[in-house]
């Protein structure tokens, strides 16, 4: 019986991008510097930056998006700073010789190779859109039209048309829309907490580049 690669998933979160990789056929394993009690395959607590890269052929990594999200917007303007982690992490990946894929959110600097994949390309409902930056060329599915697909009607989004902050919200402001359970339903994600939801990944959008790159 053929084993399965393993896969490297670095800043891994609570494993939307992990469980996708693994429907994939990889064998996965996480990096996180927060405990992360709810990540559904093996998990280390350590620093992405600096955890070694040799116990998988390939690796992905989804460093933070605050710098570039425009749900931070406000936070940047008053001078927050955040850190911009795209540039070395690439060329950590890069130098490693490795078939890796960089995950981040519309306006990070992802450009290489990159493609956009969003829920309505998988049959599900939330408007989720997320940059893939690979070492090897990927298909991108096709995506479907939003028109006449509303938030708030049965479909979900991080944000609204012209950046407009909209429909998933922070847990702290409390003006999300829509339940945890449909929040799960939508995303295709059923063992995550709310929090943890507003910064997952679809499995299926990993699912779908993974069977590519193996």
Not at 38 to 61: C, K, N, Q, V
Not at 74 to 98: F, H
Not at 111 to 116: E, F, L, T
């Amino acid at each position: 019986m053929t084993s399965r690669p393993v896969l490297l998933d670095l800043f891994c979160g609570a494993g939307g991008a992990a469980m996708g990789y693994s429907r994939a056929g990889f064998e996965v394993i996480g990096v996180d510097h927060h405990p992360q009690p709810r990540y559904p395959f093996e998990f280390h607590l350590g620093d992405a930056m600096t955890w070694p890269l040799d116990r998988s052929e390939f690796i992905h990594a989804s460093p933070p998006c605050q710098r570039y999200s425009i749900g931070t917007v406000r936070w940047r303007n008053e001078g927050r700073d955040y850190c911009d982690l795209v540039e070395p992490i690439r060329q950590r990946l890069e130098a490693s010789g490795k078939i890796w894929v960089i995950e981040n959110v519309i306006g990070s600097p992802l450009a290489r190779g990159s493609i956009v994949l969003c829920g309505l390309m998988f049959g599900l409902r939330v408007f989720r859109h997320r940059v893939f930056e690979c070492s090897h060329f990927v298909f991108v599915p096709p995506h479907p039209s939003h028109r006449g697909k509303r938030v708030g009607e049965g479909y979900y989004s991080v944000a609204g048309n012209g950046g407009r902050w909209k429909s998933w919200g922070t847990v702290k402001r409390n003006v999300s829309k829509g339940t945890r359970d449909q929040w799960r339903q939508a995303m295709g994600i059923d063992w995550m907490t709310r929090k943890e939801l507003i910064q997952a990944i679809p499995p299926a959008y990993t699912e779908w580049i993974g069977r590519q790159l193996r």
